[in-house]
């Protein structure tokens, strides 16, 4: 087992059990909020700033400039760039440290973006019916099923803002990736059954 496989996800969908059952599955390491640690131990950014940043971009000029004082320039050449993206860099930087210590799945923040130089990866998209992600945010969240609905909407934008606006691709797109899987057809088990396929079949392919 070689490769790396990143995720990227619609809110409610299930892409983070599906990674992590697909981590499980091939017995390989497994990052989502994971992720954030590594970057704040390899960049110096304390945690909550790296949280605050996470999968959103931060226009406010003010903002900005308030929360680079806590910063102590990342990469000092950047000593001018906003703090939102130095955070950027930051994450951008730990996925290829992670992809270049073994396989190993990444869900969310860009990561397929940051790895497209690597031939060794596999970037999927799970998304879902509406019906489905609903019912997935009530039962965890225990929420309405208006604020559940809310809840989808504002994450999915900011998931696709940050997306587009620090990639060059399209969130949630088709040519954006290898394969895309509607979660709400086969249920988590078998969205995992169909990636290990797939994931198998990529790495026999040049055998």
Not at 34 to 59: K, W
């Amino acid at each position: 087992m070689n490769t790396v496989i990143t995720i990227g996800r619609q809110f409610g969908s299930g892409g983070h059990e599906i990674g992590e059952k697909v981590a499980e599955y091939f017995g390989i390491k497994f990052y989502d909020k994971e992720l954030l640690t590594r970057v704040a131990q390899e960049s110096g950014f304390c945690e909550e700033m790296i949280q605050n940043h996470d999968e959103r971009t931060t226009n406010s000029f003010l903002y900005n400039l308030v929360m680079d004082t806590y910063s102590f320039g990342y990469n000092s050449s950047y000593v001018d760039m906003p703090i939102s993206h130095k955070v950027f860099l930051a994450q951008f930087d730990t996925i290829k440290n992670i992809a270049k210590e073994g396989p190993c799945v990444i869900v969310g923040r860009c990561a397929d973006y940051a790895l497209s130089e690597f031939d060794n990866v596999i970037n999927l998209f799970i998304y879902g019916n509406e019906e489905c992600k609903v019912k997935r945010i009530i039962e965890k969240y225990e929420l309405s099923e208006a604020k559940a609905k809310d809840m989808l909407i504002k994450k999915d934008k900011q998931r696709q803002s940050y997306y587009n606006y620090y990639s060059f691709k399209k969130w949630g797109r088709a040519d954006s990736y290898d394969l895309c899987i509607n979660s709400s057809v086969l249920g988590v088990e078998g969205t995992v059954k169909l990636i290990a396929q797939y994931v198998e079949d990529f790495e026999k392919r040049d055998r």
